[in-house]
């Protein structure tokens, strides 16, 4: 199946970013081990990291036209304020995990509600880069569930 992993503002800082928070690894480091875990079980992943809104919805809509099967997002503060993205992911239907580095529940009160979570398949806060890993494992699991 074809997975699709996008990162929203300022993950591309990751590594150097508030790293007590969102912890040491880079996005680079993190790509490459999510590509490596989905070509080991057979499937295709592409990344994609944008600070702009309106990239990512592209994103999502052009998914839509390739056949993505499920997409991982972690919308970083996005997760707080776009109406439009979730918009446009209920737009496509493609299935979505959202991430999240740190656990969202434990920090400010603005964090704590996100346009995306009632809409996701599942989400997972809280593991750092090990969010993202879980996310992929329990999509495969659902994309290989609903292939046999
Ligand atoms: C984040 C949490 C968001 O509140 C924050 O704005 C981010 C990162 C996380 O992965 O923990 O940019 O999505």
Same mark, same amino acid.
Request: charged fraction near 20%.
């Given at each position: =199946? ?6 929203g503002?300022n993950?591309?800082l990751? +590594? @150097? ?5 969102y912890? $040491?690894? @880079? ?7 999510l ?5 080991? $079980?057979?499937?295709?992943?592409? =990344? ?8 990512l ?5 052009s998914?839509?036209?390739? +056949?993505?099967d499920?997409? &991982? ?5 996005? @997760?707080h @304020?776009? #109406?439009?993205? $979730?918009?446009?992911l209920?737009?496509? +239907? &493609?299935?979505? #995990? ?20 009632? &809409? ?6 809280g593991?750092?880069?090990d969010?993202? $890993? ?6 495969i ?8």
């Open positions: =199946a074809s997975l699709l992993v996008l990162h503002p993950l591309n990751l +590594g @150097t970013r508030e790293p007590a928070t912890g $040491r690894q @880079t996005l680079e480091q993190i790509n490459q081990a590509q490596k875990l989905a070509n080991e $079980r057979g499937h295709h992943l592409q =990344a994609m990291q944008s600070n702009a809104e309106y990239e919805i592209d994103r999502v809509h998914a839509a036209r390739e +056949g993505i499920f997409i &991982i997002i972690n919308p970083g503060a996005f @997760t @304020t776009s #109406i439009a993205l $979730r918009d446009a209920l737009g496509v +239907g &493609i299935p979505f #995990i959202e991430v999240h580095l740190s656990n969202v529940h434990r920090r400010e009160a603005f964090r704590q509600h996100s346009y995306f979570s009632d &809409i996701a398949e599942g989400v997972i806060v593991f750092g880069a969010s993202y $890993r879980l996310a992929l494992e329990a999509a699991t659902r994309l290989e569930a609903s292939a046999s």
